[in-house]
């Protein structure tokens, strides 16, 4: 049994009040915070824990704390992300939903952390219900003298507000997530200048995602060194996993960062391998942004080493032969899934989603999706697997913002390593359409 | 003062400059192309993607190379910096592809578009573009509508520059008109087809790149290269009143702002001199106007012909 540290309390009825909540040592980091550390005190723990950002870059947060620029009688700024709208990941509403107060917990001592009196929590619009729970358990921290002015006679004010987003994917990055804010249309905004110079209304503002913000609770609560010994090399504590597709068990799990993926698919504990007896074709372990992997790579690396669930463990091999962490959602995909329509699913959304600011990633996502389109509905030719790779080869890095990447990468890599099955939707047009999804028997039965 | 070098030349610039900046103080073909970047607009740029460069070398300190092509729009040099435009093949590469993009979902009307000759999509296409297509799907398309009464809005033509959004946000009282949607089907529009009208909203004309906003008082009236640039002046109390008409024999067809070779309008006695909707759109006659002499036009591809003075630069290049 693996150690949780933000899931611990899940299970206890009515840990969404406060009161239950408080009664499970709850708020306990901010009393330690407030009134035994010095803000410097917090951060550094962070950085001593080596917790990496949640939301899917893996940027350590305790450094990207430290890079935020303290100007005299200038206003700081901490927003939560919590636009979690890439396919495959529900971590976040996992959490917010089942124990709210963690998040606002985490809120009130990284604000004290960095000195911020006014910190947001922006969700996503499609995620109303949970805005209605977060905004109970505020108005509760409110009530109990956790916000609002002197929190606990420390002296120091914190304001939470929440900011609901409208439903749009690209809100999520950083800075289009400031304009958003902003109350202006959701473009990113071109680096340099980054948030944590000019972010928020001109201000260092600092974007973290909900999971990171929740897990500096367990990390004031024990200290950084302590939380630091859990998992493996740069990848420490523990990770939600939102795992999905064809599995015995889906749903959000907490694994301490180094266990196996084949321990992680196939255990009891976790997600009981896959339903209805299949194989595993395929997995995409980070969110849909990631590039997806092929069965003989999922378990071991391209080295034959066993591969483990975490940042460096899932990287291995490069983007030839490894993909990410990303996000934590881990979606399987079973023998009989098609790997086209999957990627042409995964594209459809980029296009979708992307901005349309900049000419790369507006052209190319929507060039990429009537390209997989056509091939998915048998008017596929084999010079459009080609064009496509060209495509997204054009696209990756030469945008403003990571979306042109995330749109390019899993499309590069189901060609990397399906490639046979974008070309028997070329020379089997008739079947691809009759059976729309699921190929594998017809044409590379796994054995 | 920092020193950059651009394509083996060496530049010195104020500090906080950009590379596109630094680059034009060297002029010729060292300059990247722009589609979206417009000095005189505050915020313009980064957007099209055609002015990426390499960078290999950042500065003198950091001397590492940048490892993805940076938008030389919106990057600041550093001192000692290394920068490759043309001399860079994966900067030719990227920008034949982000021309690629930019003309899938472009009807490639020239022949009957107001704007060539003068368009800055052609020069791209002329330059970088291939021959044929590799895009087989349908393109997206739109009615051309009316903006106001003297705009005409052609969407199918438009690259979403979103400079004509920052002209409505800086010269005007209230900006009715903006960017709907997101990705490839994003479009301007006006909010529920409200007018443009205001003294200065013909100026998103002048800063359109390609066809997607024309003079309703010029269109199909004439090509541009069968016309006289003429500098002109005229009193004016909304304006600078400095303008060039384009003339056919003594028939004014059309008024625009002054632009340079970059396609922007020009300072004139340290103020960007946009001309107001009278000056553009009423005075068609030459007594209100006092005509000083001919325009210098450069650098586009299909105007630039058959003009008299050309820029000697260009001209040494080709005797080489």
Not at chain 2, 198 to 207: A, L, P
Request: aromatic share 8%.
């Amino acid at each position: 049994m693996g150690r949780k540290l933000l899931l611990e309390h899940i299970d206890v009825p009515g840990i969404e009040t406060f009161e239950v909540y408080r009664k499970n040592g709850g708020y306990r980091s901010v009393e330690k915070a407030l009134k035994t550390m010095s803000p410097q005190n917090v951060v550094e723990e962070v950085q001593a824990s080596g917790l990496r950002g949640r939301g899917g870059a893996g940027f350590p947060t305790g450094m990207k704390w430290s890079f935020l620029a303290k100007p005299e009688g200038v206003p700081r700024y901490l927003l939560c992300n919590a636009d979690e709208s890439e396919p495959g990941t529900f971590k976040d509403r996992y959490l917010m939903e089942k124990i709210p107060h963690l998040l606002v917990e985490g809120m009130i001592v990284s604000s004290y952390a960095l000195g911020c009196n006014q910190s947001y929590i922006y969700i996503r619009g499609e995620y109303m219900w949970v805005l209605e729970i977060v905004e109970k358990a505020i108005a509760e921290a409110y009530a109990n003298g956790f916000l609002g002015k002197n929190i606990l006679g420390s002296g120091y004010d914190l304001d939470l507000a929440i900011a609901p987003g409208g439903g749009a994917y690209i809100c999520g990055e950083e800075t289009a997530l400031i304009e958003s804010l902003e109350g202006k249309r959701g473009n990113p905004r071109i680096k340099p200048p980054f948030p944590a110079v000019r972010g928020l209304w001109g201000c260092p503002t600092v974007v973290n995602n909900v999971e990171s913000i929740a897990a500096v609770v367990p990390i004031v609560n024990d200290g950084g060194a302590e939380y630091a010994k859990i998992g493996i090399g740069k990848s420490t504590g523990t990770k939600l996993i939102s795992a999905c597709g064809n599995l015995v068990k889906p749903g959000v799990y907490e694994i301490e960062l180094g266990i196996t993926v084949e321990e992680f698919i196939y255990s009891d504990e976790w997600c009981g391998g896959i339903a209805n007896g299949k194989k595993i074709k395929a997995c995409v372990p980070g969110g849909s942004s990631v590039p997806i992997l092929p069965a003989n790579l999922i378990t071991k690396t391209a080295e034959g080493v066993d591969r483990l669930m975490s940042y460096e463990g899932l990287a291995e091999g490069g983007f030839a032969s490894g993909s990410m962490l990303g996000s934590g959602g881990f979606i399987v995909f079973d023998e009989d899934q098609c790997i086209v329509r999957n990627t042409w699913n995964f594209a459809r959304f980029y296009a979708h989603e992307s901005c349309g600011q900049c000419s790369p990633c507006r052209e190319g996502t929507g060039w990429m999706e009537k390209v997989l389109r056509r091939l998915e509905n048998g008017q596929g030719h084999m010079h459009d697997i080609d064009l496509l790779a060209e495509i997204n080869k054009k696209i990756e890095g030469n945008t403003i913002c990571p979306l042109g990447d995330a749109a390019a990468w899993p499309v590069a890599a189901a060609i990397r390593h399906f490639r046979e099955e974008f070309e028997w939707h070329v020379t089997h047009p008739d079947e691809a359409v009759k059976r729309n999804f699921g190929i594998a028997s017809n044409h590379m039965p796994l054995v | 003062m920092v020193k950059v070098i651009i394509d083996d030349i060496e530049v010195e610039v104020e500090p906080g400059t950009t590379i596109l900046n630094a680059a034009r103080q060297i002029g010729g073909d060292v300059v990247p192309p722009a589609m979206c970047y417009y000095s005189k607009l505050q915020g313009s740029g980064g957007k099209c993607r055609t002015c990426l460069v390499e960078v290999a070398a950042g500065s003198t300190a950091d001397p590492r190379p940048m490892p993805k092509l940076v938008a030389s729009c919106s990057t600041p040099v550093m001192d000692g910096m290394i920068v490759k435009n043309k001399t860079s093949e994966r900067v030719y590469d990227n920008r034949a592809a982000v021309t690629e993009f930019l003309l899938i979902n472009h009807p490639l009307d020239c022949p009957i578009c107001d704007q060539a000759g003068e368009c800055h999509l052609q020069d791209l296409g002329f330059e970088h573009g291939k021959e044929g297509t590799r895009y087989e799907e349908k393109r997206r398309t739109f009615d051309p509508i009316d903006i106001g009464d003297k705009i005409k809005l052609h969407m199918n033509r438009c690259i979403l520059c979103y400079r004509c959004v920052y002209v409505a946000n800086q010269l005007t009282d209230k900006r009715v008109h903006g960017i709907m949607h997101r990705g490839d089907h994003a479009e301007i529009s006006t909010y529920i087809e409200q007018a443009i009208d205001n003294d200065f909203s013909g100026n998103v004309i002048d800063v359109c790149p390609v066809g997607a906003l024309t003079d309703k008082t010029f269109r199909f009236k004439s090509r541009v290269w069968f016309l006289k640039p003429m500098e002109a002046s005229c009193e004016c109390t909304k304006c600078a009143g400095k303008a060039v008409v384009w003339m056919f024999g003594d028939e004014i067809y059309r008024v625009t702002g002054r632009k340079d070779k970059y396609g922007e309008i020009e300072d004139i006695d340290g103020k960007t001199a946009w001309i107001c909707n009278e000056c553009r759109f009423d005075k068609k006659d030459k007594s209100q106007w006092n005509i000083e002499g001919p325009r210098v036009i450069n650098r586009h591809s299909v105007i630039a012909q058959n003009q008299y003075l050309v820029d000697e630069r260009i001209e040494s290049k080709k005797l080489n």
